[in-house]
Each structure stands twice: as C-alpha cells, then as structure tokens.
C-alpha cells in the first residue's frame, strides 16, 4: 500500500463584504471541513491586508475596500480563483456571486453550496437610507440572483428561513451557534452591586436598537454613576456611523471602539466576557423577531448575562438557565425599575446546554458535504 496520502479536494468557501477570517464562513464552516483532513480549504473574501497561507487554508482577496468599484471586480477575483484551483464545490456565502457560478458551473462541474445567512430581500426593509424605489431595485436584483442559481444545497442559518423561503431545498439548517466550548461559571448575582459594566457588541444599526441602549444606559447612570458601557462594533450605515462620531463627543462614561470595517471578532468576545451584561437591544421588526441573534448563544456560552428585547422566542431559550432577563429599552421612564428588577435575579444557576454550541450541529454539515460528492 502506498504511504501517500489521498489528495485534498479543493473546496472554496467565498464572501464579497464579509472579511476572510468571518466567525460563520471561516469559524465555522471552513474549521470544520478542515478538521477532516479531506479538504483542501480556499477562502476569498474581504482583505485590507494580505493574510499568509497555511498548509491547511488558502486565502484570496474578493477587494480591499468597500468601494463600488472593488465590489464589481470582486466578480473577476472569483473567476480568477476558480480557474487557478478548481473546486470541486463552492461554498457561496453571499447572494451577488451566484449568478457567475451558475453561468460557469457546466463548465467547471462544481457543486454549489449557498449559505442563507440572511432574508437578504425582506432586510432591505432595515435600511434607513434606501428609499421605496431603491427598494424595489434590491428586492429584484436579490430575487434574480437566487431564482437563477443552480444550488445543490441550501445551508440556512435561521429555522424561521424554511417558513420564509420554503423553496430553498434540498436544505440543512446550521445556526449561528457558538463556535467554542461552554466557559465554567458560577452562579451570579449583582444584588450587591453599585455599579454595572455593560457592553453594546456587533453590528451597530438603528434597527439593532443601538441608539435607544445608549439612551436606556444614560438613564441607568444617573442612580448607578460609576457604571461603564463598552460600544464595540461594526457601523454599516455611513451616516449612521457619523451620528455614532458625534455622540461620542458628548457621551460620558461610554467607552467607543466602532468602524465602518469589521472588527476582529475576538475583540467582540472579549468585551462580552468582561461584561456584567451584554445588551441586545433589537427592534421587534419581523425581519429581527423570529431569528436567534448568534450573540444569544455566545453569551449563553460565555456565562454573560444579557439583558435583551422582551420576545417570547429569545426569553424561551435562556430561560431553562436563566441567562438573561427581559428589557425595553425604548421605555425610560421605566429604566431604573426595570433594571432594579434585573439585578434582583440569579444568573447562570445551571450552565448552559451544549445545543447552544456549534459542535451539535457540525457533524450534520460534515455529512452533508461528504454525500454532495459522493
């Protein structure tokens, strides 16, 4: 028998606005195909700066910054890597590459995989700066896109997707689960506590709630003034980022740390676990409300408290080990109470199950490769 091993199948996992190393597209699904050792890991995705290669993955640029230009060349950058490794399946993360794989699918004879990590049509709806027409332009553009691909399988990050878009099958639903292990904690209790450190991490948006969490911790300064609020975040909305800029100048005891990039995400990590409470603001918005923020399981793994948007799905799910406790945050004349009845509760009195964690599902996503070449 011959000592060399079997040659890795070429697979390419690939993004046009996320950056390379993304906690779902590289810290999940490229981790995990590569711990099998029957994959050859290619990821293109965004890069301001040159990443090294490993024996294990390769990187390449889809643009280097958020220009309109650069985003229309990510197109090219895609052909060009596909042509230089040939993979035999193509993991796209992002609806604006498929209707290039489907034109050079025949031609390569990938499969092609597409990681639903949003209702991308329904969230234009979240856009405060997009106007009806430009709406209107999105919505068919998106819908084009998706109604051309030629998919062999669907990953959907949301169970709510097989409700919203039931013609996306075959299927595999994938959450955001944390990629990690359940962080060993104690009980906690802040009954005794007299100030508070909070912290606002992810995206930043109107429709995240990040404006009315300031306000709702402004009013929480005023009985608790030594308490500390950590805003550490991405800004995609320009406009909403200057607006961000300017209640910086005037905001006390707020610590900033927001681009119009991506943060690393360790970074995000680490302000969640350092936290007394994480704080989940989001709008009920029927994009927003039937889906499982991928924070609620990183907290739920952290042991951090979240203190999160009243809403019978997110409540169900920290319930059985009470890891956060109902807020709304557009509500502040009802701030301190709310908060007062917070802080009366116990948290973490058991750890949180391991079906918060990636590892649950990753086995299924493995499995599911393996029959798509078999």
């Not at 234009?124 to 998919?151: C, G, H, Q, Y």
Request: contains cysteine; charged residues 20%; aromatic residues 14%.
């Amino acid at each position: 028998m011959s000592d060399n091993p079997a040659p890795r199948i070429p697979v390419l996992i690939a993004s046009t606005l996320k950056p390379i190393q993304d906690p779902r597209a590289f810290g999940k699904l490229a981790l995990s195909l590569g711990e099998t050792n029957k994959y050859q890991i290619n990821i293109i995705g965004f890069s301001s700066k040159k990443l090294n290669n490993s024996p294990d993955f390769r990187y390449f640029s889809s643009m280097g910054d958020f220009s309109t230009w650069s985003r229309i060349c990510a197109q090219y950058r895609l052909f060009q890597t596909i042509f230089k490794i040939r993979p035999r399946v193509i993991i796209a993360c992002t609806w604006e590459y498929l209707p290039l794989l489907s034109l050079l699918k025949p031609f390569f004879g990938f499969k092609v995989v597409y990681d639903v990590q949003e209702n991308y049509a329904f969230n234009l709806d979240l856009n405060p700066i997009l106007n009806n027409d430009k709406k209107r332009k999105w919505t068919f553009w998106i819908k084009m896109a998706e109604k051309s691909a030629k998919v062999d399988l669907f990953l959907l990050a949301e169970k709510c997707y097989r409700k919203e878009m039931p013609q996306k099958n075959p299927f595999l639903i994938l959450e955001n689960k944390f990629h990690g292990e359940i962080q060993k904690t104690t009980s906690k209790d802040f009954q005794a506590q007299t100030e508070f450190g909070f912290c606002l991490t992810g995206t930043l948006s109107p429709a995240f709630g990040t404006i009315q969490a300031i306000r709702w911790f402004q009013e929480i300064q005023k009985v608790y003034p030594k308490s500390r609020l950590f805003v550490i975040g991405h800004v995609p909305i320009s406009n909403f980022f200057q607006r961000l800029k300017e209640l910086e100048k005037t905001s006390h005891g707020i610590i900033w740390r927001i681009s119009e990039i991506p943060i690393p995400y360790e970074q995000l990590l680490e302000a969640i676990s350092e936290a007394d409470f994480s704080l989940l603001p989001y709008t009920l918005h029927p994009a927003i409300s039937e889906k499982m923020p991928s924070k609620l399981f990183e907290c739920a793994a952290l042991g951090t408290p979240v203190l999160i948007t009243p809403n019978p799905k997110w409540e169900n799910f920290l319930a059985p080990f009470k890891g956060g406790f109902g807020i709304d945050f557009s509500d502040l004349m009802q701030a301190v109470p709310m908060f007062q009845q917070a802080i009366r509760q116990t948290y973490f009195s058991t750890p949180a199950p391991g079906e918060v964690l990636w590892d649950s599902q990753k086995s299924d996503f493995q499995q599911a490769i393996d029959q798509l070449l078999s």
